[in-house]
């Protein structure tokens, strides 16, 4: 094994660890907010799939993440506990049903046009919640009870106790990220870094460029869909502001700040994305003018993101080394 390669999994290795001892020394407010930077890194995974490995900039992601989010209240009862085992895979489908039928249509186009068409599909959805009884109007709607997972008698799972929900996401954080190596390293994951890098040249060699696009695509947004059912969740109501595309350009840009093309820089870029959102939050209400000059600064001194800082650090160090 590559001495690079056994580097990245062990510090992969140390930092499962310390999120996994996380919940017996912090308190409950740093457990809850760690807990929705992993649903966050989740969701900018997502996008990831589609900006960094396939070149397909969408700025309509957070429709998936919203109609997930939807799905989780309006399948579950009003006043008992949906059954886990179908509300999950209800939000999962339906965020991917969406993307399936979005794909369909944005996928025939490209560059400037791709994000707009995703911009207007994404507002169109938006408005269907925003706008009708469905999803409860602006004030949006609760999830009175959370899920739970049941045998019989035998509650195994409860998504209303914070140290249950917190460990549920960090499984499904390492699940989407090990299903997104797999992925990645498979046939349709080489065939999206191809198209990334010159699709007209897969196009000439007989590839269905289409249909890889759209797998992508419905791979990307069912993921998204997890991340909204986690949020639904955590937070207990859900509204039509995280379908808008505000939310889709904050995930954008914690694609950005990580650094694109890497699942790790994904992570990254959403921890830092809100931690200095909490942090600047605390000091002004105009911390998106803080954030602002802070993705300025990155995407200036860091053009690989902050996920390239080590490696920049080591070239200064060793560069520094044989100068001197």
């Not at 999994?9 to 140390?14: E, P, Y």
């Not at 017996?24 to 990831?48: C, Q």
């Not at 046009?113 to 602006?138: C, E, K, N, R």
Request: with cysteine.
């Amino acid at each position: 094994m590559p001495a690079a390669v056994k580097k990245r999994r062990n510090a992969l290795l140390l930092i499962l660890f310390v999120l996994a001892l996380f919940p017996l020394f912090g308190s409950a407010y740093y457990n809850e907010l760690l807990a929705k930077i992993m649903i966050m890194a989740i969701f900018a995974m997502s996008l990831d799939l589609l900006v960094g490995f396939t070149g397909l900039v969408s700025f309509g992601h957070a429709a998936f993440f919203g109609v997930a989010a939807y799905a989780v209240v309006l399948v579950s009862p009003k006043y008992d506990p949906g059954n886990l085992l179908v509300v999950l895979p209800a939000a999962i489908f339906s965020a991917a049903a969406v993307a399936f039928v979005v794909g369909l249509f944005v996928l025939r186009t490209k560059g400037i046009y791709f994000i707009m068409v995703t911009l207007a599909f994404a507002q169109m959805i938006y408005f269907v919640f925003h706008d009708s009884p469905l999803g409860g109007g602006s004030d949006g709607v609760f999830l009175n009870v959370k899920p739970e997972l049941r045998i019989g008698e035998t509650l195994l799972l409860d998504l209303g106790s914070p140290s249950q929900f917190y460990y549920l996401v960090l499984l499904f954080l390492v699940v989407a990220y090990v299903f997104l190596r797999v992925l990645l390293r498979s046939p349709l994951g080489h065939a999206l870094a191809g198209i990334k890098s010159n699709e007209h040249r897969m196009l000439s060699l007989g590839f269905p460029v289409f249909l890889y696009k759209l797998a992508g695509f419905v791979a990307a947004g069912g993921l998204a869909g997890l991340a909204g059912f986690l949020s639904a969740c955590q937070f207990g109501f859900v509204t039509p502001e995280i379908l808008s595309w505000h939310q889709s350009g904050n995930v954008l840009l914690m694609v950005i700040l990580g650094g694109m093309g890497t699942l790790n820089g994904a992570a990254i870029g959403a921890f830092a994305f809100v931690v200095l959102q909490e942090v600047f939050s605390s000091v002004t209400k105009h911390w998106q003018f803080l954030m602002g000059g802070m993705i300025v600064l990155v995407v200036m001194l860091l053009p690989g993101g902050l996920s390239s800082l080590p490696r920049r650090l080591r070239g200064l160090l060793i560069g520094g080394g044989t100068h001197g």
